[in-house]
Every structure is written in structure tokens, then in C-alpha cells.
């Protein structure tokens, strides 16, 4: 656990996770090697945006680390912050992506088992449970079926409970990584949107 996590800060600070650290600087930036910043990639915890972010020179940063992004004040070892898209990130943090996705969805499976419990129609032929990967009509309609008879308490009963979905955490990254990765999907049910939303 990062200085970060543990200092106390407000919980109205944005949070993100680092993908990945480069001690001496974006490769890409044009200044001497003496003027450069420590910089890397994070994954917003609460609405999975991507970040471009400068760290204190200061401070060691390892992957995996929780900071905070915003609002400024809140900064503790973030310098900069900018967002970015998938195609900006650099190998190192595309490789951690999934990775951090994963524990994200298992660190916070209430959150995501409430989605199973209360995803919604978007038109009256869509349903936000057909945006997630392998989920049909069929599976849809289990699933509804079985959350009015009472609420889905966690994964494992999700699975128990609906004949035919296995993994329900992992259909959730599948589709996560999915509105990560590509910027012309027209609904997006996970990226760029806060918590309660």
C-alpha cells in the first residue's frame, strides 16, 4: 500500500491506478533528459478513464500504486494529469490493463453484481445486459427472471443462480477493455461514466 492509500485523503478525490511508471519521462518528450518528469499511465478507479500523469520527482511510484488525480488539491504525488486514450498508452501499461481491470471488478464486486441487478432497457430492442459479451436474449431474459425473484447477492451466485453464464466478473472486464479500446462504440456502459450514474 502506497503513502497514497493510506494518508487519509478525502473520499471525494478522484482515484486512479498506475499502469505503468517511466522513471525518466515520456519517450516522446522533447526535452534533455535533466528537465524531464517522472511520468506513466493509471486507470481511473471509479470511471475506468485513462490517464497521462507526472509524477513528483520525489517519489517512487510502482505499479499498481492508487493516487489521486483529482481535484488538484487532492494531489499528492500527481504533478500533471491529463486523459488520454488507449491508442496513447505505452505497451508496458496496455500489457497491465486487463490486469488492473480484473482486480478493479473483484475489489468492488458489489458495485458490479448491482449492475446485473439494475442494468436497464437503452431502446425498447436493446437491453444494457446485450452490450456485455455473450449475453443474448435468452441469457438476458434468465437473468431478469431471476433477479425479480430476489437481488443477485454476489458473482458466485449470479452463476449458481442463471443457468449458462459462467464468469459474470469476467464478461464484465471483457467489456470493459472493450469501451477502453475502441472509441466508436455507440453505447458505453462502464468508461467515462462516475459511479451512480
Same mark, same amino acid.
Given at each position: 500500500? $502506497?503513502?497514497?492509500? /493510506?494518508?487519509?485523503?478525502? @473520499?471525494?478525490?478522484?482515484?486512479?491506478?498506475?499502469?505503468?511508471?517511466?522513471?525518466?519521462?515520456? !519517450?516522446?518528450?522533447?526535452?534533455?533528459?535533466?528537465?524531464? !518528469?517522472?511520468?506513466?499511465?493509471?486507470?481511473?478507479?471509479? @470511471?475506468?478513464?485513462?490517464?497521462?500523469?507526472? &509524477?513528483?520527482?520525489?517519489e517512487r511510484i510502482t505499479i499498481g500504486t492508487e493516487v489521486a488525480v483529482d481535484p488538484r488539491d487532492e494531489r499528492?504525488?500527481?504533478?500533471?494529469?491529463?486523459?488520454?486514450?488507449?491508442?496513447?498508452? $505505452? !505497451?508496458?501499461?496496455? $500489457?497491465? %490493463?486487463?490486469?488492473?481491470?480484473? @482486480?478493479?471488478?473483484?475489489?468492488?464486486?458489489?458495485? &458490479?453484481?448491482?449492475?446485473?441487478?439494475?442494468?436497464? +432497457?437503452?431502446?425498447?430492442?436493446?437491453?444494457?445486459?446485450? %452490450?456485455? +459479451?455473450?449475453?443474448?436474449?435468452?441469457?438476458?431474459? $434468465? %437473468?431478469?427472471?431471476?433477479?425479480?425473484?430476489?437481488?443477485?447477492? !454476489? &458473482?458466485?451466485?449470479?452463476? @449458481?443462480?442463471? /443457468?449458462?453464464?459462467?464468469?459474470?466478473?469476467?464478461?464484465?472486464?471483457?467489456?470493459?477493455?472493450?469501451?477502453?479500446?475502441?472509441?466508436?462504440?455507440?453505447?458505453?456502459? &462502464?468508461?467515462?461514466?462516475?459511479?451512480?450514474q
Amino acid at each position: 500500500m $502506497s503513502e497514497a492509500d /493510506s494518508d487519509g485523503t478525502d @473520499d471525494d478525490a478522484r482515484r486512479a491506478v498506475v499502469l505503468d511508471y517511466l522513471a525518466h519521462g515520456l !519517450s516522446d518528450d522533447g526535452r534533455p533528459q535533466y528537465e524531464k !518528469s517522472p511520468a506513466g499511465y493509471a486507470l481511473g478507479v471509479e @470511471d475506468f478513464t485513462l490517464y497521462q500523469i507526472a &509524477f513528483d520527482e520525489d517519489e517512487r511510484i510502482t505499479i499498481g500504486t492508487e493516487v489521486a488525480v483529482d481535484p488538484r488539491d487532492e494531489r499528492d504525488i500527481v504533478t500533471e494529469c491529463n486523459a488520454v486514450e488507449y491508442g496513447d498508452l $505505452s !505497451s508496458g501499461a496496455r $500489457s497491465e %490493463l486487463e490486469y488492473v481491470v480484473q @482486480d478493479l471488478v473483484e475489489e468492488n464486486e458489489q458495485r &458490479f453484481v448491482d449492475f446485473y441487478n439494475e442494468a436497464q +432497457p437503452i431502446t425498447l430492442r436493446l437491453h444494457q445486459l446485450n %452490450l456485455l +459479451p455473450g449475453i443474448g436474449k435468452k441469457l438476458r431474459n $434468465s %437473468l431478469l427472471d431471476e433477479r425479480k425473484r430476489k437481488p443477485f447477492e !454476489s &458473482f458466485d451466485d449470479l452463476e @449458481d443462480r442463471v /443457468s449458462g453464464l459462467h464468469d459474470p466478473d469476467e464478461i464484465l472486464v471483457e467489456r470493459i477493455l472493450e469501451e477502453l479500446q475502441e472509441d466508436d462504440l455507440k453505447y458505453q456502459t &462502464f468508461v467515462g461514466r462516475e459511479q451512480g450514474q
